[in-house]
């Protein structure tokens, strides 16, 4: 019997755990360059059953196997790209195709796809959150005045070429971990090589989220029916434990 409610409970911690992802896929469906994350669930380890004595028993006694319910296995980030919108801002970037732009933090070396830079007083290109975006030779500093990216991400202010934007790929994206800030960092654990970016910058655009809306909303609403199945199951087995102890216990 408890091995029931054990499973049902499993369910219930599990289908939490992804309505927490798909929650925070529906959050971030406007911001630029973000990449959903899916859940990846697998079951308990089994165990083998054995039945001693009774007719009919096989030799080794295995009558077969069993398990307690299933179990969040990992997460997984989908690098599918998004939409291109324009904004015609001379600070927007996308890239089209392979390749993560690269950011200074305090932190180190991170990576992203979001594009929506800004500058600061001193002329240097700088994320939303204020962290450098790396050239060739470098945090890329700029003065007022005509600036342009080509597809290459060569920097031209004024005429002049100042630097070419620093983009990076691998061979592996699952090496790659999310930091927050829409930002990414390579897995010390993994093994992961850097390669030559095939992707276009892209001025004046900004990729969206490859969160699709009506996806995410059609998962939600599974989830929370595989949620209440599992609770109703719950609640049986604990009446049925209720019973055994209050009216077969008196017996």
Do not use: C, W
Not at 55 to 84: Q, S
Not at 96 to 121: A, C, H, I, Q, W
Not at 216 to 228: A, D, G, H
């Amino acid at each position: 019997m408890l091995r029931g409610l054990y499973s049902a409970a499993s369910g219930m911690i599990t289908q939490s755990k992804i309505m927490d992802v798909l929650s925070n896929n529906l959050a971030n469906i406007n911001t630029a360059g973000y990449k959903k994350d899916v859940v990846v669930t697998s079951s308990f380890p089994h165990f083998e059953v054995t039945r001693y004595g009774g007719d009919d028993v096989p030799r080794d006694g295995k009558i077969g196997r069993m398990d307690y319910g299933v179990l969040i296995d990992t997460f997984h980030t989908v690098f599918e790209e998004g939409a291109f919108s324009q904004t015609n801002g001379k600070l927007d970037f996308a890239i089209d195709g392979n390749g993560f732009f690269v950011v200074n933090t305090p932190n180190g070396e991170r990576y992203t796809r979001d594009g929506s830079f800004t500058l600061t007083k001193e002329g240097y290109l700088v994320t939303k959150e204020g962290y450098f975006v790396e050239g060739e030779n470098g945090p890329i500093q700029l003065s007022q005045g005509d600036i342009s990216v080509d597809e290459l991400g060569n920097v031209i202010n004024n005429g002049q070429l100042v630097d070419r934007l620093k983009i990076v790929d691998f061979d592996n994206y699952d090496g790659l971990r999310k930091e927050g800030n829409n930002l990414f960092f390579i897995d010390n654990n993994a093994t992961v090589q850097s390669i030559p970016a095939t992707g276009k910058v892209k001025q004046g655009f900004l990729e969206q989220s490859n969160v699709n809306s009506v996806k995410e909303m059609v998962n939600v609403i599974s989830v929370m029916r595989n949620y209440e199945a599992n609770q109703k199951v719950v609640v049986a087995f604990d009446e049925t434990l209720g019973k055994a102890v209050n009216e077969v216990g008196k017996v």
